[in-house]
């Protein structure tokens, strides 16, 4: 496709956006542009090039022709304008707030976040002299309490792992816009097939595309998503965007790229100063992932849902938190905030508590026990003695990861004979 045609469906976007037939050769499937570097036209494109008044590739660490792609990609399927690549999720996290923070400033954050992200967040930012404030994200008084003069982004997840938990973005998204800062939505659990947090007043999404968008557990990635909507003029809380840069001869991005401006200074900065860059091999999984995305989220929310129902009717368990079912505080959210469904992500607790999750990850035979999620096929976690590990036992009870509970991540296989896996396993575990 020549541009992002809004008018095209989900499903034709996937497959399309960003991507044309190469321009040297033809070839119809984006080529893997394995290449450090870009030569210059001659010296004075060079220098326009350096200067940010033409828009080309210079060096793989800011900008590569495969990456480019993967990055138009998503940000269509989101509905955003711009898009960077990062080599993690985790580096997408640290790129989203990199030009909104400063020591001393601080982010509002949910208390229900992917274990790891507590981690960052409660320590590695501090080295920043930035800051996190953890707030439940349904107590709505409390997320307006947290926020100050310094604080520059809230941020949470649309549906949060591991705990079957749905933030609602629309109320959260105006206590951010009343406040005059971004509402940064990590969207990795629920992809924008199941959620677009721009149309529930988001301005930025972050994404592991390491989970459902390559789909098949072989890159790590991430992502910075741009809504384009978010007028960082509008106060002085947002100088890297509104002023002056003197890394780039006093040129001021927002003024400067328009729209565009975050995704720029993603680039342009963030890239090129922080260097946590996406490869071009990565990109390229991302990109065969990314293209039957839907077929794979729809199985996924599918064998969720009816491995749910078939647990939650099963005497050796004691609970189940999906939200796709009727007894979750957060069913009515999903129509709201996900539509298509509750993801393929849950946890549940078993009678008999953490030597029984332990025995029961143990005796499992389709389900592989992993730290990763959003793969095609099924996964087994316990998180109390793994990725929520870290977490103080408070916390660990917050995010919906306490010692009697084990998360799945439901794969695209025959529902049956995971049910079939899962009662073996529960039989050695509970006898
Ligand atoms: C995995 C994950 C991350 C971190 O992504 P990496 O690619 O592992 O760095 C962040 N948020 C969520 C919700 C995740 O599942």
Same mark, same amino acid.
């Given at each position: 496709?020549?541009? &992002?045609?809004?008018?095209?469906?989900f499903?034709?976007?996937?497959?399309?956006?960003?991507?044309?037939?190469?321009?040297?050769?033809?070839?119809?499937?984006?080529?893997?542009?394995?290449?450090?570097?870009?030569?210059?036209?001659?010296?004075?494109?060079?220098?326009?090039?350096?200067?940010?008044? *033409?828009?080309? %590739?210079?060096?793989?660490?800011?900008?590569?022709?495969?990456?480019?792609?993967?990055?138009?990609?998503i940000?269509?399927l989101e509905g955003?304008?711009?898009?960077?690549?990062?080599?993690?999720?985790?580096?997408?996290?640290?790129?989203?707030?990199?030009?909104?923070?400063?020591? $001393? =400033?601080? !982010? !509002? !954050?949910?208390?229900?976040?992917? /274990?790891?992200?507590?981690?960052?967040?409660?320590?590695?930012?501090?080295? %920043?002299?930035?800051?996190?404030?953890?707030?439940? %994200?349904?107590?709505?008084?409390?997320?307006?309490?947290?926020?100050?003069?310094?604080?520059?982004?809230?941020?949470?997840?649309?549906?949060? &792992?591991?705990?079957?938990?749905?933030?609602?973005?629309?109320?959260? @998204?105006?206590?951010?816009?009343?406040?005059?800062?971004?509402?940064?939505?990590?969207n990795?659990?629920a992809t924008p097939y199941l959620c677009r947090p721009?149309?529930? /007043?988001?301005?930025?999404v !972050?994404h592991?595309?390491?989970?459902?968008l390559?789909?098949?557990?072989?890159?790590?990635? $991430?992502?910075?998503v741009?809504?384009?909507?978010?007028?960082?003029?509008?106060?002085?809380?947002?100088?890297?965007?509104?002023?002056? *840069?003197?890394?780039?001869? /006093? #040129?001021?991005?927002? *003024?400067?790229?328009?729209?565009?401006?975050?995704?720029?200074?993603?680039?342009?900065?963030?890239?090129?100063? #922080?260097?946590?860059?996406?490869?071009?091999?990565?990109?390229?999984?991302?990109?065969? $992932?990314?293209?039957?995305l839907?077929? =794979?989220?729809?199985?996924?929310?599918?064998?969720?849902?009816?491995?749910?129902?078939?647990?939650?009717?099963?005497? =050796?368990?004691?609970?189940?938190?999906?939200?796709?079912?009727?007894?979750?505080?957060?069913?009515? =959210?999903?129509?709201?905030?996900?539509?298509?469904?509750?993801?393929? #992500? %849950?946890?549940?607790?078993?009678?008999? /508590?953490?030597?029984?999750?332990?025995? #029961?990850?143990?005796?499992?035979?389709?389900?592989?026990?992993?730290?990763?999620?959003?793969?095609?096929?099924?996964?087994?976690?316990?998180?109390?003695?793994?990725?929520?590990?870290?977490?103080?036992?408070?916390?660990?009870?917050?995010?919906?990861?306490?010692?009697?509970?084990?998360?799945?991540?439901?794969?695209?296989?025959?529902?049956?004979?995971?049910?079939?896996?899962?009662?073996?396993?529960?039989?050695? @575990?509970?006898?």
């Amino acid at each position: 496709m020549s541009d &992002n045609s809004p008018t095209y469906g989900f499903d034709t976007l996937q497959i399309h956006a960003g991507s044309r037939p190469d321009p040297a050769t033809g070839a119809r499937q984006t080529p893997i542009y394995q290449t450090t570097a870009y030569v210059f036209r001659d010296a004075e494109h060079a220098a326009a090039l350096f200067n940010l008044q *033409e828009v080309g %590739f210079i060096y793989s660490r800011l900008t590569n022709p495969t990456v480019a792609v993967l990055q138009e990609r998503i940000a269509t399927l989101e509905g955003g304008v711009g898009a960077v690549c990062c080599s993690s999720g985790h580096a997408a996290q640290i790129m989203a707030l990199f030009p909104l923070m400063a020591p $001393g =400033r601080n !982010v !509002v !954050v949910s208390t229900r976040l992917y /274990g790891g992200t507590v981690t960052q967040f409660s320590h590695t930012i501090k080295r %920043f002299g930035w800051s996190a404030t953890f707030v439940d %994200f349904d107590d709505l008084d409390a997320v307006k309490a947290a926020i100050d003069d310094d604080t520059r982004a809230v941020f949470c997840e649309s549906i949060a &792992n591991p705990g079957g938990y749905i933030t609602d973005l629309d109320a959260i @998204a105006k206590i951010a816009d009343g406040a005059g800062i971004p509402l940064i939505v990590d969207n990795t659990t629920a992809t924008p097939y199941l959620c677009r947090p721009f149309e529930h /007043g988001a301005s930025l999404v !972050v994404h592991s595309t390491t989970k459902y968008l390559t789909g098949n557990g072989t890159v790590t990635g $991430g992502a910075v998503v741009d809504s384009g909507t978010f007028d960082w003029s509008a106060s002085d809380k947002f100088p890297s965007l509104s002023a002056p *840069e003197p890394a780039y001869h /006093g #040129l001021k991005f927002q *003024e400067t790229f328009g729209p565009l401006a975050y995704t720029f200074h993603g680039i342009a900065i963030g890239l090129r100063d #922080l260097g946590m860059t996406m490869n071009p091999q990565a990109a390229h999984y991302t990109l065969m $992932g990314i293209e039957t995305l839907s077929l =794979r989220m729809e199985r996924h929310v599918k064998n969720a849902h009816t491995i749910a129902t078939w647990l939650e009717n099963d005497p =050796r368990v004691e609970s189940v938190t999906y939200a796709g079912l009727k007894s979750s505080p957060y069913y009515d =959210r999903v129509e709201k905030i996900c539509p298509r469904g509750a993801g393929g #992500l %849950f946890t549940f607790a078993i009678k008999g /508590g953490y030597e029984a999750c332990v025995k #029961l990850v143990d005796a499992l035979e389709i389900f592989s026990h992993v730290a990763n999620l959003g793969d095609t096929r099924s996964l087994i976690i316990h998180s109390a003695s793994t990725t929520h590990r870290q977490l103080t036992a408070e916390q660990q009870k917050a995010a919906g990861a306490a010692p009697n509970m084990v998360r799945l991540s439901i794969g695209i296989e025959d529902a049956d004979d995971l049910i079939g896996d899962l009662d073996q396993a529960l039989a050695k @575990a509970t006898s």
